[in-house]
């Protein structure tokens, strides 16, 4: 059983930078693709960013992509999320996730607030 922990959320100001992290426990992300997730209040859920583990590629949505980026630390099995240059419309809980190799996000960490200030 694998279990994610989101952590490095807080309240910046507008322009500021962030650092999430999504550290894994329980197994390794090996053959998995990590993704981060957002969800503003009375907003859906929306995707971010995702990496493939063992290639390294990543994806992004156009509104963050030259603004966010995802890394991944095979020792440490931890995903990272860098937020430079965060706008209020940033704001919201984000959470991590993995497909664990089957094609699906099917386990989630309990998300992180990320609150950007005007």
């Known amino acids: 059983q694998v279990q994610l922990v989101e952590s490095g959320g807080g309240l910046v100001q507008a322009g500021g930078s962030l650092r999430l992290s999504c550290a894994a426990s329980g197994r390794t992300f090996s053959s998995s693709i990590v993704g981060w997730f957002r969800q503003a209040p009375g907003s859906e859920r929306e995707f971010v960013a995702s990496i493939r583990w063992s290639s390294g590629r990543t994806y992004y949505i156009d509104s963050v992509k030259g603004r966010f980026t995802i890394s991944r630390d095979n020792a440490k099995s931890t995903v990272y999320l860098q937020m430079n240059s965060l706008k209020p419309e940033d704001t919201a809980v984000y959470y991590c996730?993995?497909?664990?190799?089957?094609?699906?996000?099917?386990?989630w960490g309990q998300g992180t607030q990320v609150t950007v200030s005007s």
């Open positions: 996730a993995t497909d664990l190799g089957l094609g699906y996000y099917g386990t």
